[in-house]
């Protein structure tokens, strides 16, 4: 067991959200869908390929109901990055709090990062929330993550309103 320190930035956006306008233009063979019943073992395939390295330890140990409570849930809308039909990144979004709305997870897998995907899969990310009007969006990250995350979140209209100092455990 590994007990590892990080500090997390909680980053937010506020209403009026910057207009993410303009069509996105996807790479060949790249599509970005909606996956409203993704099953349990993609999804723990999914957070296992795109957070591992980053150590992304949330989700690793639910059970199947406690994973199917989150996921299956109609205020969580999950959408899948492919290459070719096969998965390489995906956006959680959750509207549970609404007008408030979070992005629970964003990532690639990490052969993908730097290919210019992920602008592009914020940009669209942002286009469907801002379709629902809310006031705000949070997203979160950690020293742990990708040191290109906390950039992008910014260049995307999120500013930092909070830091704090957790261990993680990851085994």
Request: glycine share 6%.
């Amino acid at each position: 067991m590994t007990r590892l320190q990080t500090i997390v930035t909680h980053l937010a956006m506020e209403a009026p959200l910057p207009v993410a306008s303009g069509e996105i233009v996807w790479p060949e063979g790249i599509s970005f869908q909606h996956e409203p019943s993704i099953a349990l073992d993609d999804y723990r395939a999914l957070y296992d390929m795109v957070g591992r390295r980053w150590h992304w330890v949330n989700r690793r140990h639910l059970d199947d109901r406690q994973l199917a409570a989150l996921i299956h849930h109609p205020a969580t809308e999950i959408f899948v990055l492919r290459r070719e039909g096969k998965p390489i990144g995906y956006v959680e979004l959750n509207f549970k709090l609404f007008p408030q709305v979070e992005i629970v997870f964003f990532g690639l897998v990490e052969s993908e990062i730097g290919n210019g995907l992920g602008p592009h899969m914020m940009k669209r990310s942002m286009q469907i929330i801002r379709e629902r009007d809310p006031k705000k969006v949070i997203i979160q990250t950690c020293t742990l993550d990708h040191p290109a995350a906390l950039k992008l979140y910014q260049r995307s209209g999120f500013a930092a309103y909070k830091r704090k100092q957790v261990e993680i455990i990851d085994d």
